[in-house]
């Protein structure tokens, strides 16, 4: 956006910016659900998600990003941010959202997801130490959920379920 806190719309027939949709933070990371009716967004240094309605162009809801994990003594905490975050292809109110820690860890991936605003209460951890790194939640195009990794034989691929208590392995 023109200062950092806004979100440009675009008119595709005339290729031109339109208009801005304020937010109160930096918008790092964007997914539109699969019916186009919530754009979510995330934020570099906001400890939030926000929902946008795209045909209104206005914030519809903003969820404070939970804290999960304890936070281990004697370790400052910090804001938890969205590192990346998917929206559902099937479940248009659904988005997996990969945490960034609300301190410093040994590689420790934290993963959840929200539906319709509310944090489903179980979240997916994953340590990425020793022969596992760059794992990645992801949906396929039916929706299936899987948790993408790689080690030193190569790529790693675990189904989750994202059901009503939160995320698990099937």
Known sequence: GINGNTIATVDVAS????????????????????DGSILFVSFDSADR???IDPATAT???TTPIPLVLPIPPGIEARPRVAIDMHAS???????????????QTLNLS????????????DALQR??????QDRALNFDTTGTLYDIGRDLNG????????????????
């Open 127 to 132: 340590n990425n130490m020793g022969s596992t």
């Open 89 to 103: 292809p099937v479940d248009s109110a659904l988005a997996v959202v990969e945490i960034g820690e609300g301190y």
């Open 59 to 61: 914030v519809t809801r």
């Open 49 to 51: 998600i926000t929902e």
């Open 15 to 34: 290729n031109t910016i339109d208009g801005y949709i304020r937010v109160d933070a930096r918008p790092s990371k964007l997914q539109m659900s699969a």
């Open 155 to 170: 790529y790693v691929v675990e189904e989750i379920s994202a059901g009503l208590n939160g995320l698990t392995s099937v």
């Open 110 to 121: 934290e993963y959840s997801a929200i539906r319709s605003g509310v944090w489903l209460s």
